[in-house]
């Protein structure tokens, strides 16, 4: 089974800061992954997903993650943050292949992150 | 277009007693899931369904709780005999088909056990 990892509880930056957010994932095989954020009372919306390809991919507002294969890593980065980016940011895995569990995203605990204007 | 919807937004019942919670989601979408949020933990997987497949049913963490998909289109999902540890946000989302494809989420239902 797949576990994801999210090294900050919680993320405190002034405005104009740059962001990098951790997320480690655990899996013996090829993963689909995604970042997810969910602003203050609102719902889950996707950020940006990496399949294939290009390991660097650019998603919504200015964000994006890298994946290292090597470090089973896909850290979220955006160069400049804004006081509308508070928000709580999951990173999440599901295997890349078809088949029983392929389905089940995994989530890691959550990121907050608090920008002061 | 409409996203997916949960209702109620928030439910608080004593324990012991049954409870429904209801997704609807987005038109033409064939996978549905069901995701339960804790206090300090991630989102936990509960149950999928896909098309007129039989649901997987593997992430319910008991016998008390259920879940049924009518017409390949709304869902609900029950708890009986409430207990606290089930006080969590619980979620829905709805992808174009199943697989690996993008869930979408609906705003969740808080369901709170006194």
């Known amino acids: 089974a797949q576990s994801v990892s999210q090294h900050n509880h919680h993320v405190i930056l002034s405005e104009a800061a740059s962001l990098e957010l951790g997320c480690n994932y655990s899996?013996?095989?090829?993963?689909?992954l995604f970042w997810y954020v969910q602003y203050p009372g609102q719902h889950l919306q996707l950020l940006l997903k990496?399949?294939?390809?290009?390991?660097l991919v650019k998603g919504i507002k200015g964000f994006e993650a890298e994946f290292i294969k090597s470090k089973f890593s896909f850290n979220l980065r955006k160069p400049s943050v804004q006081w509308s980016d508070t928000a709580e940011y999951f990173c999440?895995?599901?295997?890349?292949?078809?088949?029983?569990?392929?389905?089940?995203?995994?989530f890691g605990k959550g990121t907050k992150l608090s920008v002061i204007p | 277009g409409a996203g997916v919807s949960q209702s109620p937004s928030n439910k608080v019942t004593e324990k012991g007693k049954d409870v429904e919670l209801r997704c609807d989601p987005i038109?033409?979408?064939?996978?549905l899931y069901w995701y339960r949020q804790s206090l300090g933990q991630g989102l936990e997987f509960l149950i999928y369904f896909q098309g007129n497949s039989a649901p997987d049913k593997s992430g319910l963490p008991s016998d008390r709780f259920s879940a049924e998909r009518t017409g390949g289109s709304v869902s609900t999902l029950t708890i009986q005999r409430t207990q606290q540890e089930d006080s969590a946000v619980y979620l829905c989302?709805?992808?174009?088909?199943?697989?690996?494809?993008?869930?979408?989420f609906g705003d969740g239902t808080r369901l709170s056990i006194l």
């Open positions: 990496y399949f294939s390809g290009d390991p």
């Open positions: 989302a709805s992808s174009l088909r199943g697989g690996n494809q993008p869930q979408h």
């Open positions: 999440a895995v599901i295997p890349a292949y078809s088949g029983a569990g392929s389905y089940q995203l995994t």
């Open positions: 899996y013996g095989g090829t993963v689909n």
């Open positions: 038109s033409g979408h064939t996978a």
